[in-house]
T-cell receptor, first 116, second 111 residues
Framework: AQKVTQAQTEISVVEKEDVTLDCVYETRDTTYYLFWYKQPPSGELVFLIRRNSFDEQNEISGRYSWNFQKSTSSFNFTITASQVVDSAVYFCALGGTGGGADGLTFGKGTHLIIQP | NAGVTQTPKFRILKIGQSMTLQCAQDMNHNYMYWYRQDPGMGLKLIYYSVGAGITDKGEVPNGYNVSRSTTEDFPLRLELAAPSQTSVYFC??????????FGDGTRLSIL
């Protein structure tokens, strides 16, 4: 069975601080995919990134960066110089060999609060 | 470009009533999904479909039914609404293993 753990239920930081959201996963698949989604207060789900298990390179997109470590089964997400607009619930999700084509397993989410 | 459209956005049902949550996508995606999101929780997969005429159960299918007669539409049916089905329901679609695109959700309360 697949499992995603986001141990941080809520994080509150002051604007411009850096913040890291943790994600630990469990799977028996040798090929799998990891995702991060953002859910702003308006409620929709916004796709941020997809990473397959064969690609352990870290990725940076503007103020966002992701650190994938197979050795520790972690896929952490860092926001640099946080902004109030980053306030949202962030979900880490896991897809199996089909890239999530048979559905994703989500963590419970981390509620990120950026205070001005 | 509408993407994934869910209707209604909000609904209140009485225990024992039935209803259908509608989901339509205009991206010609072959895969479609229904998830539910309970307060403070992540999304859980109810049903999914890999193409017209093909559906399969997810993690929490009890109390729900689906059908997929066209590529575009994937309705979710609640036959006998129960308070435990109070949740926010999200429909999603994808092309194969590409990232899923989500609708805006349907907030359902059963009283």
């Amino acid at each position: 069975a697949q499992k995603v753990t986001q141990a941080q239920t809520e994080i509150s930081v002051v604007e411009k601080e850096d913040v890291t959201l943790d994600c630990v996963y469990e799977t028996r698949d040798t090929t799998y995919y990891l995702f991060w989604y953002k859910q702003p207060p308006s409620g929709e789900l916004v796709f941020l990134i997809r990473r397959n298990s064969f690609d352990e390179q870290n990725e940076i997109s503007g103020r966002y960066s992701w650190n994938f470590q197979k050795s520790t089964s972690s896929f952490n997400f860092t926001i640099t110089a946080s902004q109030v607009v980053d306030s949202a619930v962030y979900f880490c999700a896991l897809g199996g060999t089909g890239g999530g084509a048979d559905g994703l397993t989500f963590g419970k989410g981390t509620h990120l609060i950026i205070q001005p | 470009n509408a993407g994934v459209t869910q209707t209604p956005k909000f609904r209140i049902l009485k225990i024992g009533q039935s209803m259908t949550l509608q989901c339509a996508q205009d991206m010609n995606h072959n895969y479609m999904y229904w998830y539910r999101q309970d307060p403070g929780m992540g999304l859980k997969l109810i049903y999914y479909s890999v193409g017209a005429g093909i559906t399969d159960k997810g993690e929490v299918p009890n109390g729900y039914n689906v059908s997929r007669s066209t590529t575009e539409d994937f309705p979710l049916r609640l036959e006998l609404a129960a308070p435990s089905q109070t949740s926010v329901y999200f429909c999603a679609s994808s092309y194969g293993s590409q990232p899923q695109h989500f609708g805006d959700g349907t907030r359902l309360s059963i009283l």
